[in-house]
């Protein structure tokens, strides 16, 4: 005999269960000469499941969002049994796909049950979409009544295929965290590890000045921060540093009113190159004699003269202590340069007095998620000590519940790949995040050989850039960052077909405030340094008088604050 499937509830839930069914004679039909059924009401039973019916839900039908159903029933005697389950399936390609979503609905005296059922997409169908993208799939739900005469499939529904939202992404791992501190720093220099691809050289306030500009601009974008942090720590001190990450540049962006906050948390969770590295920056921004040399973590006695020289700068109390009073100093020349990185520009002022007003997703505003979401594997890794502002257009924000600051969520909407495609924002004043900006200048610094207007040709890789030298002297142009070496040439006699070339290679250049750094700069401009390396020597201070002659600088050879702004100003870097 043929059998047939059938979705029973009994003493093992629900499942299916293969029955016989008799063959029809070929002279049967539906009805006998007497009009009367030739089928016979089982007494047994005591509902008729009717019709099943999709309805949507408060978004309407949408992946991975509840809907409804609905289940109409017949009452063929009284009963009190008015539970039904439903079973949810999805087909793709003619695959039938069980979700194992079982859901109950209670019967009303009317004859309708309703109850939700989660839209979402089994294994099968999440790999087929990668190879057919624009497919369609069908979802479907059985009805089963432990007493009625026969379980209920639903009509389809039909649902188009997955479309992903989009985060935009402004990432402040390019003004890094150091290991174990929520300290948010002014730029990426006196690095602890190597850098990535990603961690340009930039400035912690332009992270600040991008997600102000890119607020003003999207209005209706909802903002909000995540916090994290890299494995090598216990998972609760984790969530706790990843939070206090995320307030740190929370508060930074608020402004002034935050200022106690920001200072407490930089007093609570810092290390002594931290102390180091602000006084550093304040040294180079404020030309003041605050720079206590190399930031080696030590804080000793030019460290603590250091202190000294910052706190009678901006009239604090004269001691070696760097305290929360400290700490609010620098935020102060924090919101300074921002506000002149901001100054001069209409569109960048109203994004800075807009900072009041920015559109929120969640209450509260940063959220630690910990290690919960790595980037790497590593155990310590500045690429997982970061914080990301992300952006949400209005109805994509996926309504994620983290009233206390913390993430625990292993399924969290927001980092699940079928949910959002992540597009990572340019930070104002960088290059994109594969890609680098070659300088050269040919001439213009030095008076021995000027050369402007002729015709220049840039060969990196595979990439040819030509023009003419403009008067200023400087050629710029963006180029993808793997590649390592390239040669430039410049026509000098215009009459000539011959080109004069120079080969080149492609390094990270030291920092500003370290020798090597000064050395190199200084070579490239033209002022004759001697060897490049970290000695301080007769011809060394022979070029460094040469630079301050000719910016009309104080000339005593000595390459102090003054001269290394002046440097960095002049070489772009």
């Given amino acids: 005999m043929p059998t047939e499937k059938k979705w029973v509830v009994d003493e093992k839930g629900f499942h299916a269960v293969n029955v016989h069914t008799a063959e029809k004679s070929s002279s049967s039909s539906g009805n006998n000469d007497t009009g009367a059924s030739s089928q016979t009401q089982d007494d047994t039973k005591e509902v008729r499941l009717i019709k099943g019916t999709w309805l949507p839900g408060d978004d309407g039908f949408v992946f ?44 009303n005296d009317k004859g309708v ?29 059985i009805a089963v009544h432990p ?34 501190s929520a ?53 609760d001190y984790n969530f706790k540093l990843s939070k206090m990450r995320a307030d740190s540049f929370l508060f930074l962006v608020l402004g002034s009113n935050s200022k106690e906050e920001w200072a407490a948390i930089a007093n ?24 206590p040399g190399k930031v080696d973590g030590i804080i000793g006695q030019n460290t603590k003269a250091a202190i000294i020289s910052f706190h009678y ?34 569109e960048e002022e109203q994004a800075l007095s807009n900072r009041k007003s920015l559109n929120w997703a969640h209450e509260p505003e940063a959220v630690g998620f910990g290690e919960m979401w790595p980037k790497t594997s590593k155990m310590k890794s500045q690429t997982d000590r970061r914080v990301e502002v992300l952006f949400f257009d209005e109805n994509e924000w996926p309504g994620i519940d983290c009233t206390n600051g913390i ?41 021995i050989a000027v050369i402007t207007n002729k015709k220049y040709k840039l060969e990196v890789g595979n990439d040819i850039f030509e023009g003419v030298i403009p008067d200023t002297s400087l050629i710029e142009h963006t180029i993808e960052n793997d590649l390592d070496k390239g040669r430039l040439y410049i026509k000098l006699d215009d009459s000539s077909d011959e080109w004069n070339y120079w080969d080149f290679e492609i390094k990270t250049i030291d920092p500003i405030d370290v020798l090597l750094g000064i050395k190199t700069r200084l070579t490239n401009l033209g002022f004759n340094v001697g060897k490049i390396d970290d000695e301080m020597n007769t011809l060394t201070a022979n070029g460094v008088c040469c630079f301050q002659e000719y910016f009309n600088l104080k000339i005593d050879g000595n390459p102090g604050p003054v001269t290394q702004n002046k440097l960095k100003e002049v070489y772009g870097c």
């Avoid at 289940?71 to 003619?94: D, M, N």
């Avoid at 050289?201 to 102000?212: A, C, R």
């Avoid at 004269?318 to 520009?345: H, P, R």
């Fill in 64 to 107: 991975n969002k509840k809907c409804k159903v609905q289940v109409k029933l017949e009452y063929l005697k009284e009963t009190s049994r008015k539970k039904l389950q439903l079973q949810t399936f999805v087909e793709f390609e003619g695959e039938e796909e069980d979700l194992k979503q079982t859901v109950d609905a209670f019967a």
């Fill in 113 to 141: 049950a309703e109850a939700e059922i989660m839209l979402y997409f089994g294994e099968k169908y999440a790999k087929a979409l990668e190879e057919n993208p624009g497919a369609t799939c069908k979802y479907k739900f």
């Fill in 147 to 180: 007493k009625g005469t026969k379980e209920l499939a639903s009509e389809l529904l039909e649902m188009p295929h997955i479309q992903k939202g989009t985060i935009n992404i402004l990432e402040v791992e390019d003004a890094l965290f150091r290991h174990d």
């Fill in 183 to 235: 300290v948010f720093l002014p730029d990426s220099n006196y690095r602890d590890e190597s850098g990535t691809d990603q961690q340009e050289n930039i400035s912690g306030i332009n992270v600040i000045k991008s997600l102000l500009n890119r607020a003003f601009k999207f209005k209706d974008q909802k903002i909000f921060i995540a916090g994290h942090t890299d494995k090598s720590g216990p998972d």
């Fill in 268 to 291: 609570e969770k810092n290390v002594e190159k931290d102390i180091q590295h602000v006084l550093k920056w304040a040294a180079h921004y404020k030309s003041w004699n605050c720079d």
């Fill in 313 to 346: 700068e901006l009239n604090l109390s004269v001691d070696d202590s760097f305290n929360k009073a400290s700490w609010e100093a620098i935020y102060d020349l924090y919101q300074e340069k921002l506000s002149e990185t901001m100054k001069g520009s209409s």
């Fill in 407 to 447: 993430c625990k969520d292993e399924k969290c909407k927001i980092y699940l790949e079928e949910e959002f495609e992540r597009n990572y924002i340019k930070i104002d004043g960088t290059a994109s995040l594969n890609s680098t900006t070659l300088k050269f200048t040919v001439g213009a610094i030095t008076p």
